[in-house]
């Protein structure tokens, strides 16, 4: 048995005297995100009421997961914790490094042999210290986390962004950065702002073409890509009662795309359906003694302006479905004429390339189910396929229920790629090309989360565009962008007008979910014994070095680059076939910033350097300023670190000698990676200060000396005409933060403590 219900019961046993002494506390109604954060305190049962926005909160997360792409380092930073065993239930699921371009047999042969190190590594190091390990193979893990480990009323954290997916199923689930894990792990508290709190209020019932998917996808649109931030969004309502459980699992996980802390749902009778269906009734059971707490007071859903900081309503029955993009997963437009019109003033490409459906969003029984019964239909009526299609299932059981149950034949019969149950193309580990760079423009429809540039297969000249499964396999077989299924006919072989009719499929398998090996390995009781091995000269693993603190001086500074607009992660630190060097900074620490754009040039990849007045890229012009001693500084707009938990964005400057990121506004979970890191992460309080910033620019910090909580920074900015300016930089540092900073990073802080 994978999950610990005793775990879960010793949570539900504490659950009523908790919840009621917080809204005692209070004074008010509760939330649900409210209950369950008051009960995970980790200090026990609540003594005081915390200002939303603002309180730094110790908190006791239940579980912790990661995936093979970012627990590599986390691992190797735990490895130096200085502990025997992991503090709290933890599990290692390999997803991201497995590449799709046959299929599911021949890719994870090659995936388990050219990073055969590195799963061993993981293996090894799971084992030790009483990990969890799901194998390649076994499934992505947010899909993996909710078939297994999800329980309502639950929290937990995951070095992933996307670990809010289990708020499907009733959780606080929050993204972290692998040093956030590592907190954990070693037995501490794990720190959190106290969150602001979204209400969305669903009516009406979703039918015909809008998905659960579309839902998100309004959110996303209203809120915009940082809307959420530092917020949980709680759904509640008739129309997210009427949902399947993993449908809410895919509003919960694209959460992540408008900056949300996390989002959740209450617990109702789709999840306990879930939970019964994926073996879990003793959970379902547990869950129905505590039921009150797994859900809001009454009197929030009934008066909701009262008791959230924001309330947002959607009438599913007005909703139609969406795509959205290119390039960001806020935009977006109307299926059909809205489309057209819009795709035809961009100048985006209305031929379809592919269709992809997976992730772990979109990967469900359900998703497939829907999605098959519209491919069904184009075997039916005749209809070639336009686009090519390509699958990746959540997990293994999925996938071998979906192919026991004739899903995945009627994909294969239409020629679709039936890839491996991992990430594959949503990580850029997609072998579409040859080479990336030159590919032609073209579009392609997904049922992913994200489609920044590149994002899916390397080539800045695809447009991803993103919807619901069902919608990308009707897109995918007409192959235009701007297809309405609900109103445009298609010619089939014999040319005869044909039209889809709506979309149909299973909430859960009518004949159970069933799977032979699902992938995963328990630890040993007792890995003390256990060797985990990093050989010297390896390319994709390195033992990590303690960083020396920046120091409370800094003069004399550069600039390294002056980010312009967009700057998420993976233009800090690119996914695709640099997943390759995740255990390895020095190596992975060649692609810092290559993706972000110089707001001088306009080019990426291309900084001066103010020692030789030459121009290179950033990583190497960034290595000859360390080589000479001198510090940098990177300069960012807004929302600066949207998207991934990798902390590499963080580790990679710090690493590199960068010592300060100053932005107009951060992403939560960056801005965090910057402080455990030991890095200076701050913010203008004047925004329009961005435009003082010049090339040749020297920078000194007036009073880092005197760095504390809620106290200014002030920054002289030293032009290359002699003139100056000085402004102000605005910080979230708390004295526990400030003294990460002091030590070097929180890791050596935490080795400190553990050495005393
Ligand atoms: C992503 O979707 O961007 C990732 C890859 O899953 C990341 C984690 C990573 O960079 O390894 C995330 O979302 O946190
Ligand atoms: Fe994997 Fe994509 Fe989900 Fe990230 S968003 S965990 S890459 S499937």
């Known amino acids: 048995m994978a999950f610990d219900i005793n775990m879960i019961k010793g949570v539900y046993s504490k659950m009523a005297e908790r919840v009621n002494k917080a809204r005692e506390i209070v004074g008010k109604p509760l939330t649900l995100s409210e209950k369950i954060l008051y009960s995970h305190l980790w200090d026990g049962a609540p003594v005081e009421a915390f200002e939303r926005g603002k309180d730094y909160v110790d908190f006791a997360p239940d579980r912790i997961a990661c995936q093979d792409a970012t627990a590599q380092m986390a691992l190797l930073q735990f490895m130096q914790a200085g502990k025997t065993k992991v503090a709290v239930p933890t599990t290692v699921h390999c997803d991201h490094l497995i590449q799709a371009k046959e299929g599911a047999t021949t890719d994870l042969k090659h995936a388990n042999s050219v990073s055969s190190e590195v799963f061993d590594f993981l293996e090894s190091v799971s084992n030790k210290y009483g990990i969890g390990f799901w194998k390649p193979g076994a499934g992505i893990i947010h899909q993996v986390v909710l078939e297994n480990y999800a329980f309502p009323g639950g929290m937990m954290i995951g070095t992933d962004s996307h670990t809010v997916n289990a708020g499907g199923l009733g959780m606080v689930a929050i993204g972290v950065g692998g ?97 019964r269906a994926t073996e879990r009734a003793d959970v379902a059971d547990a869950a129905n003694t505590v039921k009150e707490h797994l859900t809001a007071d009454a009197e929030v859903y009934a008066n909701p302006e009262q008791y959230f900081d924001e309330v947002i309503d959607i009438n599913l029955t007005e909703l139609g479905p969406l795509l959205n993009g290119p390039f960001t997963p806020d935009l977006s437009t109307e299926v059909g004429v809205p489309m057209s019109e819009k795709a035809k003033a961009n100048d985006w490409p209305l031929v379809v390339e592919w269709g992809l459906i997976g992730s772990c969003t979109n990967s469900s029984y359900e998703d497939l189910s829907r999605a098959s019964s519209i491919a069904q239909q184009a075997l039916d009526k005749g209809l070639k396929m336009k686009a090519e299609l390509g699958i990746n299932p959540g997990s293994e059981q999925v996938r071998y229920t979906a192919e026991r149950d ?33 590919a032609p423009k073209n579009s392609i429809v997904h049922s992913f989360n994200r489609n920044f540039a590149k994002r899916a297969d390397g080539n800045p000249n695809t447009h991803a565009f993103v919807a619901s499964p069902e919608l990308t396999a009707a897109i995918a077989i007409a ?120 707001a001088f040039n306009q080019k990426t990849n291309f900084v001066k350097n103010q020692l030789t007045g030459d121009y290179g890229g950033v990583p190497d012009v960034q290595r000859e300023y360390k080589r000479a001693g001198i510090k940098t500084i990177v300069v960012g707009d807004h929302n600066y670190g949207e998207g991934s938990s990798r902390e590499h964005a963080a580790m990679q400057p710090r690493f590199l000698g960068v010592a300060a990121v100053i932005v107009k506004s951060f992403a939560r ?64 540092y708390n004295a526990a933060q400030i003294a990460w900073y002091n030590e070097g990073s929180a890791l050596n802080l935490i080795k400190k403590q553990n050495t005393k």
């Open 179 to 275: 040093a956030d894990a590592v907190d954990v792990m070693a037995g501490m508290a794990w720190e959190l702002k106290f969150p602001k709190l979204i209400g969305v209020r669903l009516t009406g019932k979703l039918s015909g073409w809008t998905a659960p998917k579309d839902v998100i996808l309004k959110v996303a649109e209203i809120l915009t890509v940082k809307g959420g931030t530092g917020a949980i969004v709680e759904y509640f309502g008739p129309g997210a009662t009427s949902m399947s459980c993993t449908g809410k699992g895919t509003i919960c996980n694209m959460g992540a795309e408008i900056g949300a802390t996390t989002s959740t749902f209450g617990y109702d009778e789709s999840m306990e359906r879930y939970l």
């Open 406 to 438: 004739g899903i995945l034949k009627v994909f294969e019969k239409l020629d679709a790629k039936i890839f491996t149950n991992a990430c594959g193309p949503c990580i850029g580990q997609w072998a579409r090309y040859n080479d990336p760079k030159n």
């Open 669 to 732: 979970i960056h801005e965090t990676n910057l402080k455990k890191q030991g890095l200076l992460g701050l913010t203008f309080d004047n925004e329009a200060d961005y435009d003082l910033i010049q090339e040749n620019d020297t920078f000194n910090f007036i009073d880092l000396n005197e760095f504390a909580p809620n106290k200014s920074l002030m920054l002289e900015i030293v032009h290359e005409d002699g003139s100056k300016n000085t402004i102000k930089l605005n910080h979230t």
């Open 479 to 598: 192959g235009r962008l701007d297809f309405n299924p609900m109103k445009d006919k298609l010619i089939n072989e014999e040319g005869q007008e044909v039209m889809f009719e709506e979309p149909q499929g299973w909430e859960l398998p009518p004949k159970g979910f069933e799977v032979k090996d699902n992938g995963y390995l328990a630890p040993e009781a007792d890995g003390s014994h256990v060797q985990v091995s990093v050989k010297d000269d390896s390319e994709r693993l390195q033992l990590l070095t303690p960083f020396e603190p920046i120091g409370n001086s800094i003069t004399g500074a550069k600039l390294l680059i002056k980010a312009f607009g967009k700057c998420t992660t993976d233009h800090i630190s690119m996914a695709g076939p640099w997943l390759r060097f995740r255990g390895h900074l020095d190596n992975i620490a060649n692609n810092t910033l290559i993706g972000a754009v110089n």
